[in-house]
């Protein structure tokens, strides 16, 4: 396939494969639509942003009885790793919160991975047991 390539302001006909044509056409299409939401955002604003200063809507508030809810979840989990070991609950929080690889946390905890594992599943099933029993109740 013959594509035309714009070089310094020259028109440039090159032969290429259909492979090469599929991407340069799929490249040509993304920064078409790109362009056209670039257009449609002219003013540099995210659609909900403009959504919400247009129709005079308020941010999102949380209501006092999703705050106590809220609230008192954090105390029921923190209720839980307080029954942890400082080992368990910092390995646990860098794995839950924080997102690292066990291996990870072993590097930075001076471990083996297994110790990690061995740590995670311990506060992981303090936690099955804590909420089966507040099922229970």
């Given amino acids: 396939m013959e594509v035309t390539?714009?070089?310094?302001?020259?028109?440039?006909?090159v032969e290429v494969?259909?492979?090469v044509y599929e991407f340069l056409d799929r490249a040509d299409h993304k920064t078409e639509n790109l362009f056209h939401e670039?257009?449609?955002h002219w003013d540099?604003?995210?659609?909900?942003?403009?959504?919400?200063?247009?129709e005079g809507v308020g941010a999102y508030g949380e209501t006092p009885e999703e705050y106590l809810c809220r609230m008192e979840t954090l105390h029921e989990l923190m209720a839980v790793?307080?029954?942890?070991?400082?080992?368990?609950?910092?390995?646990?929080?860098?794995?839950?919160?924080?997102?690292?690889?066990l291996a990870e946390?072993?590097?930075?905890?001076?471990?083996?991975?297994?110790?990690?594992?061995?740590?995670v599943e311990a506060v992981r099933k303090k936690f099955i047991n804590f909420f089966e029993n507040r099922l229970n109740e």
């Fill in 5 to 13: 390539i714009n070089n310094n302001g020259q028109a440039v006909a």
């Fill in 17 to 19: 494969t259909l492979e």
């Fill in 38 to 40: 670039q257009r449609r």
């Fill in 44 to 54: 540099g604003r995210e659609f909900d942003e403009y959504i919400i200063t247009t």
């Fill in 81 to 101: 790793l307080d029954t942890c070991t400082e080992a368990q609950r910092r390995r646990f929080l860098l794995y839950a919160l924080d997102g690292l690889s």
């Fill in 105 to 119: 946390i072993g590097v930075l905890c001076s471990c083996s991975k297994v110790a990690v594992y061995q740590s």
